[in-house]
Every structure is written in structure tokens, then in C-alpha cells.
């Protein structure tokens, strides 16, 4: 059964609904890269990962998401020119989503951007994450259950699911005009950021247990 959930970023400035959220519609990873660490990095929201240095992202349909206000507080970070669109709150910093660009097939929500009706956990609504990914990529030792790659069975279970988001469309749920929603980072900005984060991962320890 799927349900709509709503967007929030923090202060409530930004807020929207995602469609169509259930296990079978929605694949969640929580990503170890250090692109998804820097993002947050930048934004000075290390505390937005879990405690080994991961991004909690829940993929859906781009269509299924509507922003309904605060358009203007939507900013998008890129670590290089030809970069992952990453969108954070202008107003508070809160990190909402991943797209490839502004017709990306697939839009990657922040799991801290999604608030469930109710106070309900986001794993009764989207499932717990089908896995835990990219460790290879991360740049600090990560803990086993951490695969260094895509497991194939997430593959399998994203492919399922995009057939799906393919049918429903690619209008952009972010839209913001001002000129400057935009940041690029340089690559010293880029490589800064990136040696932080890592280091912090790295001093925070891998020893936790699976989420
Ligand atoms: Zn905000
Ligand atoms: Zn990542």
C-alpha cells in the first residue's frame, strides 16, 4: 500500500509531499561515497550521516515529488562542473535530494527531508534500506555490512523499481529561478571539503553495528 509523504526541511520554509511511497515503489540506500559526504560537509551538516559516514537516500519518481512552497530557499550544490545536482534548504541547511540533472529519471531524497504523517518511522512507510553502499568509494575503512559497490541484488530491486519511476515521468520537482540557486565548487573548494569529511569519518570510528 502506498501513501503520500510529506517534505519538510527543518525550519518549515520548504515543504512538499512524495507520492506513491511504499517498499515496492521506493529503493533506499544509505550511500558511504565521499561525494555524499563532502556534500554534507560543505553545508556543515556532518551530523546529517549516519555514524559511519552514511547518506540515508530513499529513490523515487520525479513526478511523485511536488514542492508546494519555498521555492525560492532551494539551492543546488554541484562538487564539480559536470556533477551530481545536489539540493539542500537555502534557510536551514537541511540536505533533500539527489538528481543527475534536470531530467534525471530518478530523484535520490534525503531520508532527513521525508517526515511521515504521524510521527511514523520512515522504515514503516519505505521499507529499511535494501542495502548499504559504495564503501569502496568512501575513502575511510567501513564496517562489513557495507558492500564496496551495488550488491546485485540491489540492483536488481532498483531496476524493478525504475521501470516504474520511467512510466511516471521526469518533470523536475526543483525548480528555482533566482540566478544564484547554483554552487559549483572549485576544486580546491572540492578537495578541502572532501579531506574533512573523510577525516572526520575516519576519527568517528567504524566499530557500530548495522543500522
Ligand atoms: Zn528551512
Ligand atoms: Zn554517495
Redesign the pocket.
Known sequence: MSTDVPLS??????RGVARHSSPASNSRLVCYCADCATFAEVLERSDALNADGGSDIVQTAPSWVEITQ?HD?LRCLRLSPKGTHRWY?G??H?LIANTIGPASPFVGLLGEFMKPADGRPLDDVVGPPIAHVNGRAAGHPIPPHVHPRLPPVAVLKVVARAARWLVAGKKPPFVNTAPDYMRVLTRDEREAARTAAIGRADRAGTTSPPA
Not at 526541511?9 to 520548504?14: F, P
Open positions: 526541511c527543518k525550519c518549515g520554509t520548504i519555498g530557499q534548504a534557510c536551514c537541511t
